[in-house]
């Protein structure tokens, strides 16, 4: 659900960002090179399936999306498997609290997760004008915080989307994670979800889809940094 570039980790050899020219900003993380990125991903990932802990969460995640209950309680069982596949990764991941990049690039949620949020927060979801705008509204919405994040923290974490609860750098160092380094010079190795990722677009395929941004529109587009 993310928009940042999955990147493989057989992809080819590139000097570092700093090598490359790009300017030095103490407020980004000490740069690091898209072949140490790879290299650390990939023993993060061995070292995850090593630990054993994501296999169960995993099949939880698959085992909602095919229970027999209303869309509002399958979504309570979702977020509860992805929370535990969240306490899995995180350990392995560079993810930390307190880090926000990937508040400033899109999340693509549904109308039930969207309903979810707005009963949480006593705030209406803006209906969707057309169908799933959230699957070519990615762009538009790179490098502008969510309006739920103040101050450089999520302010809904509790009844955040499954979005927000399933992306996972895996390297050891956000650095690439920054949305002021362009899209094309990123190097970001996710954590392979994409089958759980399809499976919930399918289970909820029939309900629009947005970014997070377009059923909550932010009162002040402009980055909190
Ligand atoms: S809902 Fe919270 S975690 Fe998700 S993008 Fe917004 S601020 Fe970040």
Redesign the pocket.
């Known amino acids: 659900m993310s928009d940042k570039a999955l990147a493989s980790v057989s992809g080819a050899v590139r000097k570092s960002p700093e090598r490359e020219g790009l300017r030095a900003d103490p407020n980004l993380s000490v740069p690091i090179s898209k072949d140490e990125a790879t290299l650390q991903a990939q023993r993060n990932i061995d070292l995850l399936n090593l630990d054993d802990t994501i296999d169960t969460p995993r099949y939880e995640f698959m085992d909602a999306l095919y229970k027999d209950v209303p869309p509002r309680a399958k979504l309570n069982l979702l977020k509860k498997a992805a929370d535990r596949i969240n306490a899995a990764a995180l350990p392995r991941s560079a993810c930390r609290s307190g880090c926000?990049h990937?508040?400033?690039?899109s999340?693509v949620i549904n109308q039930v997760d969207a309903d979810a949020?707005g009963r949480a927060i006593g705030i209406k979801p803006k209906k969707l004008k057309s169908g799933r705008p959230g699957l070519s509204s990615r762009e538009r919405w790179f490098g502008i915080?969510?309006?739920?994040?103040?101050k450089g923290?999520?302010?809904?974490?509790q009844?955040?989307?499954i979005?927000?609860?399933m992306m996972f750098n895996m390297a050891d160092s956000p650095y690439f994670c920054d949305t002021r380094i362009p899209p094309d010079e990123s190097h970001v190795t996710m954590l392979n979800l994409k089958q759980l990722e399809e499976g919930y677009v399918k289970t909820f395929i029939d309900y629009d889809w947005g970014d997070?941004r377009d059923f909550f529109p932010p009162k002040n587009p402009v980055s909190d940094r």
């Open positions: 926000s990937c508040c400033n690039i999340a949020i915080p969510c309006t739920f994040l103040v923290r999520c302010s809904i974490y009844d955040r989307p979005a927000c609860r997070i």
